[in-house]
């Protein structure tokens, strides 16, 4: 089992950066493939990006190609959501995912473990 704490949300103006942090903790991070998924108000859980085991895998919805990295750090148990050039409708919760298999999906019904979320706030 892992616990998820995701940190870095906050209040930017349209084309502003945030960087998300989510740090694991519990089992071995590096057995997990690991996701970024967003809701907001009244909409569902939208896949964002994900991330293999390594780091040497990447995938992401087609409309935050070019400017949302997914990335992680395995020494650090710790995986990243680097956002540039946000736009008010990138406004929503971020969470982090968790399965313990090497390679990631985009359905969140494939994820075991959840964070409990963090808020960005993009502003025109």
């Known amino acids: 089992q892992v616990q998820l704490v995701e940190s870095g949300g906050g209040l930017v103006q349209a084309g502003g950066s945030l960087r998300l942090s989510c740090a694991a903790s519990g089992r071995t991070f590096s057995i997990y493939s690991m996701g970024w998924f967003r809701q907001a108000p009244g909409k569902e859980r939208q896949f964002v990006a994900a991330?293999?085991?390594?780091?040497?895998?990447?995938a992401y919805v087609d409309s935050m190609k070019g400017r949302f990295t997914i990335s992680r750090d395995n020494a650090k148990n710790t995986l990243y959501l680097q956002m540039n050039s946000l736009k008010p409708e990138d406004t929503a919760v971020y969470y982090c995912a968790a399965r313990p298999f090497k390679e990631p999906v985009v359905r969140n019904t494939g994820y075991d473990y959840w964070g409990q979320g963090t808020q960005v706030t993009v502003s025109s």
């Open positions: 991330i293999n085991w390594s780091g040497s895998s990447t």
